[in-house]
Nanobody
Framework: QSQFVESGGGLVQPGKSLTLSCVAS????????IGWFRQAPGKEREGISC????????VYTDSVKGRFTISRDDAQNTVYLEMNGLKLEDTGVYYC????????????????WGRGTQVTVSS
């Protein structure tokens, strides 16, 4: 079965770091732009970062700029999201998926999501 598999979430204190991984299972990420999307409690899912296939473009939503870094290893069929300086408002379920990479935004190409990985920032 082809799906995205997210991992790396957890419960951390404010200011700490986590690195999320997104593995494509059953298909290749080659030639696809991929995004990370977050659904905070009671809110709609939002695109927070995305990366083109050749990594020439990386986009971040304003709330995570300077704190999060997206990267990919196509040999490992994996996209990463390094999250530093975590804040309470970063809490949510994080998903990855195919994305349109705009100048300043990331738009999901599909509504078929994996299980996501929970990130909880709490003191």
């Amino acid at each position: 079965q082809s799906q995205f598999v997210e991992s790396g979430g957890g419960l951390v204190q404010p200011g700490k770091s986590l690195t999320l991984s997104c593995v494509a299972s059953g298909f290749s990420l080659d030639h696809y732009a991929i995004g990370w999307f977050r659904q905070a409690p009671g809110k709609e899912r939002e695109g927070i970062s995305c990366i083109t296939y050749g990594q020439e473009s990386k986009v971040y939503t304003d709330s995570v700029k300077g704190r999060f870094t997206i990267s990919r290893d196509d040999a490992q069929n994996t996209v990463y999201l390094e999250m530093n300086g975590l804040k309470l408002e970063d809490t949510g379920v994080y998903y990855c998926g195919f994305s349109v990479v705009g100048e300043s935004s990331c738009t999901a190409l599909s509504e078929h999501w994996g299980r996501g990985t929970q990130v909880t920032v709490s003191s």
